[in-house]
């Protein structure tokens, strides 16, 4: 199964901040860096450029949810940084995720590098099952909108989805073995869990078949953020036992 370096989530409000995160986390295996919407609409361009220029691959997570044609040019502007990985709302619909895709390729095409793996964002961790039906109207259980959400991505050529550890069994029961599975929510036994309401350790996020975890905090704000990156990178990778 593929697995992939943890990616590290540098959710700060400056560039200095993650300048100096991606200094310190210039290590090996180099970790891929997660890049939000906070400091991308903060700072642009720039703090992509910043990673690259070091080495990082880069998940450039902004989901993306509008018209079909307006995602196709976003994307396209985004598959033009060489990124690796992104993201985009599966509740925009077919028409919408294919529209993105296409953006995304003919952008990378353009700039001659690899297009991005696009990931569907399904339901959000924070909607629970009263948001879901008394806001959203939706009959269906959260965990069967979530597999609902999946099959569809998967269906339009999408590279995977953004989910919880706690979903990856309701998805791989209704999607392909190449399909990936990234989830956040991780944190090493000891940290604590911050505003994230049900979490998994790294080495459980294996077990549970993650292709890839996203730590943000329990990195970042740790006082030796290398040491942290290297704990739950073992932890998730567990090389010892794969050789
Ligand atoms: O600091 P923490 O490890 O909680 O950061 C998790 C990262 O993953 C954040 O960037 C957050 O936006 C993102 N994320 C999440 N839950 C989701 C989707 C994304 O925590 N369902």
New binding site residues.
């Given amino acids: 199964m593929k697995r992939f370096v943890p990616m590290v ?1 540098i ?1 700060v409000a400056t560039k200095q901040e993650a300048i100096d995160l991606f200094d310190k986390l210039m290590v090996k295996p180099q970790p891929i860096v ?1 890049i ?1 919407m906070e400091l991308y609409y903060g700072l642009g361009q720039v703090i992509v450029k910043e990673a690259k220029k070091r080495g990082f691959k880069v998940f450039l ?1 902004l989901k993306l949810y509008d018209i079909p044609n307006t995602v196709h040019r976003a994307m396209a502007a985004i598959g033009r940084l060489g990124i690796d990985f992104t993201t985009i709302h599966a509740a925009g619909g077919s028409e919408m995720l294919i529209a993105g895709l296409a953006g995304l390729e003919e952008g990378a095409k353009e700039a001659g590098v690899e297009p991005a793996k696009l990931l569907a ?1 399904t339901q ?3 909607i629970d099952e009263k948001i879901l039906h008394e806001q959203q109207h939706v009959d269906l259980s959260l965990i069967e909108s979530v597999q609902s959400y999946a099959q569809l991505a998967e269906k339009v050529g999408l590279a995977g989805v ?3 550890a706690h979903e990856i069994k309701a998805i791989r029961e209704v999607t392909g073995d190449d399909f990936l599975c990234v989830t ?4 090493p036994t000891h940290a604590i869990k ?3 309401k049900r ?1 998994v350790t790294p080495a459980q996020a294996r077990i549970d078949g993650s292709n890839a975890i ?8 740790s006082f030796d953020p290398v040491a942290a990156y290297q704990e739950v990178q073992k932890a998730f990778l567990n090389e010892e036992e794969e050789k």
């Fill in positions: 989530a959710d997660k939000g997570d964002i959000l961790t924070s953004v989910c919880s956040p929510g991780i944190r911050d505003d994230q979490v996203v730590v943000g905090r329990p990195i970042t704000q």
